[in-house]
């Protein structure tokens, strides 16, 4: 099995978590860090680099937070890994046949990630339920922090 950094997994999640939140305005910080179980500091350092890219965009003040920069279609996990953990760099090959497969290997892996969108996830029936199991309950309110009493329902999510 493929080891992603903790630093692409949590850049994943926190979009993830805007790209289901889209609709409901600028996400703060502080939501995400508690509902994804992310440090500040972390989260702070993932989303500077976000920002950077242009892949999130905040808004300052009262109600501010983050919101998406650009479309969940337009957002690939492999962009979001190379931003997270840099390009991977040349392995260094045994020989011509672990060269030819190493290369091969890490191109179609690339391809892969490059293929799967923000919006792919956000789509995927498991990913669905548990975004509803998360904000079960008479009113809708995530159950790690509270924080989105205030705010619209996640797409899909049934009002109270």
């Known amino acids: ?47 500077w680099k976000l920002r950077r890219a242009g892949l999130v965009r905040g808004t300052p003040g009262p109600g501010g937070g983050y919101r998406l920069g650009r479309s969940p279609e337009s957002i690939a996990m492999g962009e979001v890994i190379t931003l997270m953990d840099g390009q991977g760099g040349p392995r260094r090959a045994t020989s011509a046949l672990d060269q030819r497969l190493w290369a091969g290997l890490a191109e179609r ?26 904000y079960a309950g008479g009113s809708w309110r995530c159950d790690v922090c509270g924080a989105l009493s205030t705010r619209q329902q996640p797409i899909g999510g049934s009002q109270a």
């Open 1 to 47: 099995m493929i080891r992603l950094s903790a630093k692409s997994r949590y850049a994943v999640s926190a979009l993830l978590h805007l790209a289901v939140h889209n609709q409901a305005g600028a996400v703060p910080l502080a939501e995400i860090s508690v509902c994804q179980g992310i440090s500040m500091s972390y989260i702070d350092q993932i989303f």
């Open 109 to 134: 892996i690339e391809t892969f990630l490059n293929g799967i969108t923000l919006a792919d996830f956000a789509a995927r029936p498991d990913v669905r339920e548990a975004l509803l199991d998360q």
